[in-house]
C-alpha cells in the first residue's frame, strides 16, 4: 500500500472512528520480525494452556475447576468451598495489583503477550482471515467491492470458520465450571434435553463470535478499563513501545536533505492493530503488540541503518537519558507485592481441611425431664470435610463448673472427601446444677490431621433470656 493511500491517524479523534461518526475499519497488514516470532511462540503456548488447564489433574482434581453447582473450586491442587469466599478477595486484589506492578515496571506488556483477547484475534482469527481473504490490501478491496459471488463465499467461509472457532473456545471455557465427562455428555444430549448449558453455551459462543467478526479492537479501545488506568500506572521510567523522536525528527521522504531516520513510510501505521501513529506519542489505544517496532526495523534492515527507531524502551530512555528500574515506586510496590503475597500465602495455607457449625435445633430451646430431675439442649452439629480424603475427628464437649454429659462424644466420626456430616448433640444437665444460662464448648478435634475447631452455644434453661 503506497503511503500516499492511508489515513494519518490524527490525534484529535480516535482512530477508529471516521469524521462522519461511522466505524473506521482497520486492515492491519501482515508484519514479521523477532517480537512477531516471539509472541507467536507465547501466544500458542498460552492457547494450549487456558485449553489444557481443565484436563490436567493435580491432587485428583482438574488444576483450574470452578464448580459452581457443587460449592467447590479447584485451584492447582487447592480446594476451596463457599465458605473461603473471602479468600477471592486476596485472588482479585492480587491479580490486579500484580497487573499494576507489571505494568509500572514493563508498561502494557500483558495486553501485547499474554491477554486473551490479542492472543486469540492476532494468532488465530486474523490468521484465518489472511489465509481466506489475502492481505490488507485484499481484504480492504474486497470489504470495498459490491456483492458478487466470490466475495459471498469468501465471506461464508471466513464467518463460519470464526463461528467454528468461537464454538470450540466456548467449549473449552465452559469445562472451567463444568467437568469434562459432564460437559461430555451435554455435548452427546439434543439441545431441548439441556437448555441452560445449551443456552449458557451458545450466549458465550456468540459473545464470542460477535467480537472476533466485528468488535475486535474496540474491546481494547471502548471496553476494557485497563487501558485507561496505564497512563496513571506508568511513569517516565516504565519500559513502554516508543518512537526516538531525536533520532527520527524531522522525518522525511528517503534523500530528503536533513531528514532524520524516519522516511515517513507509515509501514508502522500499517501494520497497526488499533490504527494508530506510534509516532504521536504514547496513548490509551495501544495495547504494546510490538508490530510497529518489527515494522520499522524491517524498514531500517533495508536501508542499512540501526534498527530501533521505534523500540520497548521508557520515555527517559527515548529522550537518551538513562532508565532507572530502581525507583521510590518500584520500591513500594515491591514491598507491597510482598506483603500482598505473604498475606495470601498466611490465609491459603491457614484454611483448615474441615469446617464446623453448631446451631440449636429448632423447637424447644431445652427439654425439662421433671421426673428424673434433668434439663437437655439439643445442637445440630455439621462438619464440613473440604479436603480430597477423608478426615477422622472426634466431638468433645465442654463446660467449666457444670457436669454436663452429652450423647456421641468421644466418638470417632469420618467425614467422607468433600463430604459434610451433620451430628445432632443432645447436652444433659442436673437441673439441681443449674443456676442460670452458661456457655458450652463443642469441640471437634482430630489428632491424624492435626486441627481443632470450637464453637460455644449458649446452654439454656428455666428462667434464661431466651425461655421468657
Ligand atoms: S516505519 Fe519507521 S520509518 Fe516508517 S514511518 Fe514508521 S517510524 Fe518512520
Ligand atoms: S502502536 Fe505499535 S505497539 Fe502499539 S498497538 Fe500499534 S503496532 Fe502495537
Not at 156 to 178: G, Q
Not at 281 to 302: F, H, P, R
Amino acid at each position: 500500500m503506497k503511503s500516499s493511500e492511508i489515513k494519518r491517524p490524527n490525534r484529535n479523534s480516535v482512530t477508529t472512528i471516521n469524521e462522519d461518526g461511522s466505524r473506521r475499519v482497520i486492515y492491519p497488514a501482515d508484519v514479521s520480525g523477532r517480537f512477531t516470532f516471539w509472541r507467536r511462540v507465547v501466544g500458542y503456548g498460552l492457547i494450549f494452556l487456558y485449553s489444557a488447564l481443565p484436563w490436567i489433574q493435580i491432587n485428583g482434581n482438574p488444576a483450574v475447576f470452578l464448580d459452581i453447582e457443587e460449592n467447590q473450586f479447584h485451584l492447582f491442587g487447592l480446594t476451596f468451598v463457599g465458605q473461603d469466599i473471602w479468600l477471592g478477595f486476596f485472588v482479585v486484589s492480587g491479580v490486579a495489583f500484580s497487573l499494576y506492578y507489571v505494568t509500572a515496571l514493563l508498561g502494557r506488556v500483558w495486553c501485547g503477550w499474554g491477554c486473551p483477547q490479542t492472543v486469540f484475534l492476532d494468532h488465530v482469527v486474523r490468521r484465518i482471515e489472511r489465509l481466506v481473504e489475502g492481505g490488507a490490501i485484499e481484504r480492504k478491496a474486497l470489504a470495498n467491492q459490491p456483492w458478487n459471488f466470490r466475495k459471498i463465499r469468501l465471506m461464508a467461509v471466513k464467518h463460519f470458520l470464526f463461528f467454528a472457532l468461537a464454538f470450540l473456545i466456548a467449549h473449552v471455557f465452559l469445562s472451567y465450571f463444568i467437568s469434562l465427562p459432564k460437559l461430555y455428555q451435554m455435548i452427546q444430549s439434543k439441545p431441548w434435553d439441556q437448555w441452560g448449558y445449551f443456552l449458557k453455551t451458545m450466549f458465550v459462543t456468540f459473545a464470542l463470535y460477535f467480537n472476533f467478526a466485528w468488535f475486535r479492537e474496540q474491546f481494547c479501545i471502548v471496553l476494557c478499563p485497563y487501558g485507561r488506568f496505564q497512563s496513571a500506572l506508568i511513569d517516565d521510567h516504565s519500559v513502554i513501545i516508543g518512537y526516538d523522536e531525536k533520532r527520527g525528527e524531522p522525518r522525511g521522504k528517503l534523500g530528503t536533505e536533513g531528514a532524520g531516520d524516519c522516511v515517513d513510510c507509515l509501514r508502522c501505521v500499517q501494520v497497526c492493530p488499533t490504527g494508530i501513529d506510534i509516532r504521536q506519542g504514547l496513548q490509551i489505544e495501544c495495547i504494546g503488540c510490538s508490530n510497529c517496532i518489527d515494522a520499522c526495523n524491517e524498514v531500517m534492515t533495508k536501508l542499512d541503518r540501526p534498527k530501533g527507531l521505534i523500540r520497548y524502551d521508557s520515555l527517559q530512555g527515548l529522550k537518551g537519558f538513562k532508565t532507572k528500574f530502581i525507583r521510590p515506586r518500584m520500591i513500594l510496590y515491591t514491598l507491597f507485592l510482598l506483603i500482598g503475597v505473604a498475606v495470601m500465602s498466611w490465609a491459603i495455607f491457614g484454611i483448615r481441611p474441615v469446617s464446623m457449625s453448631a446451631l440449636r435445633m429448632v423447637g424447644a430451646p431445652y427439654y425439662l425431664d421433671s421426673e428424673k430431675g434433668m434439663i437437655r439442649n439439643q445442637y445440630m452439629v455439621r462438619i464440613l470435610n473440604k479436603k480430597n480424603e477423608s478426615v477422622k475427628c472426634r466431638l468433645e464437649i465442654e463446660s467449666h463448673d457444670h457436669p454436663i454429659v452429652g450423647n456421641g462424644v468421644h466418638e470417632e466420626i469420618e467425614i467422607p472427601a468433600l463430604g459434610e456430616v451433620m451430628r445432632p448433640v443432645i447436652v444433659t444437665l442436673p437441673q439441681s446444677a443449674y443456676h442460670g444460662q452458661f456457655s458450652v464448648k463443642i469441640e471437634i478435634e482430630s489428632e491424624v490431621n492435626r486441627f481443632s475447631i470450637s464453637k460455644t452455644v449458649p446452654f439454656l434453661g428455666p428462667g434464661s433470656k431466651e425461655d421468657e
